[in-house]
């Protein structure tokens, strides 16, 4: 049960999903949960693996709730006394005759950014190798198959190349989600266009993926005025970064590079929204 539980949290993981994992680290007297039990919620309300049950799973599983909901949450221990008269105790006391005392790791885990990169040229190959470096994942699409295929991304997790329909029909059932970023890099002003439209339209008013494009600040005016015309709510729009990446003064696609990956770290890091 234990791999098991690790292995579906992984899968969440690469959804997309923030995972809180529980860990039975100690356990003493009569308790339904040995240590090594594990049991983990995502931020979509799925849940994998048992603790034991009884009072003692609804209670951590109600801490792990809140844990995903508090953004500077990242672990903590708990104690937990399963007797009523408990209270007074460094513990949290459960509704419970048994007496027993378990200890519970609680932690919350995030996926690593992965970086969808929507047009194959020098700006995404050097975006690709930076992702690399950093340990992070990043998948490729582009309307050409040769600036979207395994040799030119042999690192790339997902190889897209289609018409922008095609590729925004096959992110359906929040398929997108699995994105953290989607770097708008394409050749044609048109294709970024459309792809900006379709994603925020399928994305709605969720914060996953973040979207960015590269492209002046008139380049901008006229996407955000095509995307509202399209139906796109404010909100949704002005959540898109343009231009991407923080001012370093960046010229060449390695210079770029770094700058756009700085902003992601930052906005994951919490010190740049």
């Not at 003692?56 to 909901?69: A, D, F, I, S």
């Not at 029909?169 to 792809?195: E, I, P, T």
């Not at 756009?260 to 994951?268: D, G, K, N, R, S």
Request: proline share 3%.
């Amino acid at each position: 049960m234990t791999s098991a539980t690790l292995e579906w949290v992984l899968d969440r993981l690469n959804r997309g999903e923030r995972v809180a994992l529980a860990s039975v680290v100690e356990a003493s007297g009569s308790v339904p949960g040995k240590p090594g039990a594990k049991m983990a919620v995502s931020n979509l309300g799925n849940r994998h693996g048992t603790i034991g049950g009884a009072g003692l799973e609804l209670k951590v599983e109600k801490h792990l709730g809140q844990m995903l909901t508090d953004e500077s949450a990242t672990s903590r221990v708990e104690t937990y006394v399963l007797h009523r008269d408990a209270k007074g105790q460094e513990a949290t006391a459960l509704n419970s005759l048994c007496g027993g005392r378990v200890t519970v790791s609680l932690e919350v885990l995030k996926p690593v950014p992965h970086i969808l990169i929507a047009g194959g040229g020098h700006c995404g190959l050097a975006i690709a190798a930076a992702c690399d470096n950093l340990g992070w994942s990043h998948s490729v699409f582009d309307v050409r198959n040769e600036y979207a295929d395994g040799e030119l991304y042999p690192n790339a997790v997902e190889h897209h190349s289609s018409d922008v329909k095609e590729f925004i029909a096959s992110l359906s059932d929040n398929g997108f989600m699995r994105f953290s970023d989607v770097l708008l890099l394409g050749h044609d002003w048109s294709v970024d266009q459309d792809l900006l439209i379709g994603l925020l339209l399928n994305r709605g008013e969720s914060n996953r993926p973040r979207i960015g494009a590269i492209g002046s600040r008139a380049k901008w005016k006229v996407f955000r005025e095509a995307a509202i015309s399209a139906g796109v709510s404010e909100n949704a729009i002005d959540s898109v970064r343009c231009p991407i990446g923080i001012q370093i003064g960046a010229e060449s696609p390695e210079e770029i590079a770094i700058a756009v990956c700085a902003e992601i770290m930052a906005i994951e890091k919490g010190v740049r929204e």
